[in-house]
């Protein structure tokens, strides 16, 4: 196990609705890395947080936003939820030092969009 | 052309087989590579990092051909817990706040 845990794991909503996921980092490490996995596809790059502040953004649109707490325990937001948000979130936790920085992912939540 | 492109799946071998998967990535100033293995509605876990020398962990051999921009693992002795989708990573730079950019995958069934 990776120490890494997110809540809940399973989330169905509707069109145009709102969603918060959450991640708690592994112990020790200060950032926190989001991915969406659509199904048959690899984890597309959502954004990461460091230190409480974004420190990097995918292509993804506004209504994605996430926050990270000073425990460095992460959520990711979305607004207006549309079909095609149906996806597994992964969250990342990895210590921002060295060259190679090994992110270790938690288990996700499956979010369905009706 | 996508960050990082892998061979189409799916690989169906026989346990024993040894089967090779490819992976070339478009930005050439990429810094880190990896494989990823993930299991059936399961997160990704690191299987091993990819340096330019080569390197082996038991059944495990990855390559990274740097002037080809290409990437590859090999899987000798198939066990059927080896059944899994196979991830392409690339880290284009050492910074922090840099994506891992992931290949879309390649599944591998391995059968008795």
């Known amino acids: 196990e990776t120490g890494v845990t997110q809540s809940p794991t399973h989330l169905i909503k509707t069109r145009g609705q709102q969603v918060t996921l959450r991640c708690s980092s592994q112990s020790g490490h200060n950032t926190v890395s989001w991915y969406q996995q659509a199904l048959g596809q690899g984890p597309q790059f959502i954004f990461q947080?460091?230190?409480?502040?974004?420190?990097g953004r995918g292509n993804f649109p506004p209504r994605f936003s996430g926050l990270q707490f000073p425990n460095y325990s992460s959520e990711l937001n979305v607004n207006a939820l549309e079909l095609d948000d149906s996806a597994l979130y992964l969250c990342a936790s990895s210590l921002a030092m060295g060259l190679v920085v090994e992110q270790f992912f938690g288990p996700g939540t499956r979010l369905t969009v009706l | 052309r996508k960050e990082v492109e892998q061979d189409p799946g799916p690989f169906n071998v026989p346990e024993g087989a040894t089967v090779a998967f490819n992976c070339t990535y478009s930005?050439?100033?990429?810094?880190?590579f990896f494989w990823y293995r993930q299991d059936c509605r399961k997160e990704p876990k690191l299987l091993m990092s990819v340096y330019s020398s080569g390197n082996e962990d038991g059944r495990f051999t990855a390559q990274l051909n740097r002037a080809s921009q290409y990437i590859s693992l090999l899987i000798r002795d198939s066990k059927l817990s080896d059944s899994a989708t196979y991830l392409c990573?690339?880290?284009?730079?050492?910074?922090?706040?840099?994506?891992?950019?992931f290949g879309k995958g390649t599944t591998l069934s391995v059968s008795s």
């Open positions: 947080y460091y230190r409480e502040e974004e420190n």
């Open positions: 990573v690339v880290r284009p730079t050492h910074q922090a706040g840099t994506a891992l950019i």
């Open positions: 930005n050439s100033a990429s810094q880190s």
